[in-house]
């Protein structure tokens, strides 16, 4: 097979590509024929025979499904036995180390998103006050105007 083009295929190129892949296309047809031929050459398998006379039977298997039911007792099945104690934690009592590294990545993670909390209501709380401050001023502003047309009226 013929290594991918070394320059771009672009439409002054494109019909020398188209060429190369002709090729390559007629010469994998080729190989298909070939192949075809060599499986048809393979001598015919002959016809399956008819099936033989059934064996004896086998000694018998375990009590199984069809086998007779279990003594009740303790280990019967159905019979819901004690609470047992609660095991240790990880293999000898300690945690694995995959353990101790995902808790700490998502202590890092829990403490970035108190910061980002934190700072999102900082920043609310200044928004809210820039808006109290415009509430505010205007008031302020519509005291000061009606006291000038006051002065103004008394002048």
């Known amino acids: 097979m013929r290594p991918a083009p070394t320059q771009p295929v672009n439409k002054f190129t494109h019909m020398r590509r188209l060429e190369e892949c002709e090729i390559v296309a007629h010469g994998a047809a080729a190989e298909v024929k070939r192949a075809h031929a060599r499986l048809d050459a393979q001598p015919p398998q002959g016809e399956r025979g008819g099936t033989g006379e059934r064996g004896e039977h086998g000694a018998p298997g375990l009590a199984g499904r069809d086998g007779k039911d279990g003594a009740p007792g303790r280990d019967a099945v159905g019979i819901q036995g004690p609470q047992g104690r609660a095991g240790d934690a990880g293999r000898d ?49 519509e005291f000061l105007r009606s006291k000038r047309e006051a002065r103004k009226g008394q002048q």
């Open 93 to 141: 009592g300690k945690d694995a180390p995959q353990r101790v590294e995902l808790d700490n990545l998502l202590i890092e993670h829990s403490r970035a998103w108190k910061a980002l909390r934190a700072e999102i209501a900082a920043v609310q709380a200044q928004v809210q006050a820039l808006v109290d401050m415009n509430k505010n001023a205007s008031a302020y502003l």
